[in-house]
C-alpha cells in the first residue's frame, strides 16, 4: 500500500494494482521454483527400500520454502521502508 500512496491521484487503486501485481510476480516465482523441484522429486523411483531418501528430499524442500519465503519477506519489507523513506503522501 505504501507504493500506490506514493502518488497524488488514484492512492487505492494504485494499492490495489501495486498488490496484485507484486503477489502475481512472487506467485509466479514460487510456483516456477516449486515445479522444478517437484520434477526433480518425480524422477525418483520411491519405493519402501528408498522412503528416507523422499524424506529428506521432503524436508529438504521444506527447508528451500522456508528459505525462499523469508527472502520474499524480507524483500517486501525493504520495499516498503524504503518507499516510507522516501516520502509517503498520505494528503
Not at 507504493?3 to 496484485?20: A, E, N, P, T, Y
Not at 509466479?28 to 522412503?51: K, Q
Amino acid at each position: 500500500m505504501s507504493l500506490g500512496h506514493m502518488f497524488s491521484r488514484d492512492k487505492i487503486l494504485l494499492s490495489i494494482v501495486f498488490f496484485v501485481a507484486i503477489s502475481f510476480v512472487l506467485s509466479m516465482a514460487t510456483t516456477g521454483y516449486g515445479v522444478g523441484r517437484m520434477a526433480a522429486f518425480e524422477e525418483m523411483d520411491v519405493t519402501l527400500e528408498n522412503a528416507r531418501q523422499a524424506v529428506s528430499f521432503a524436508q529438504a524442500m521444506l527447508g528451500e520454502v522456508l528459505l525462499v519465503q523469508t527472502v520474499q519477506a524480507a524483500l517486501l519489507y525493504l520495499v516498503t521502508v524504503l518507499s516510507l523513506k522516501k516520502g509517503l503522501n498520505l494528503a
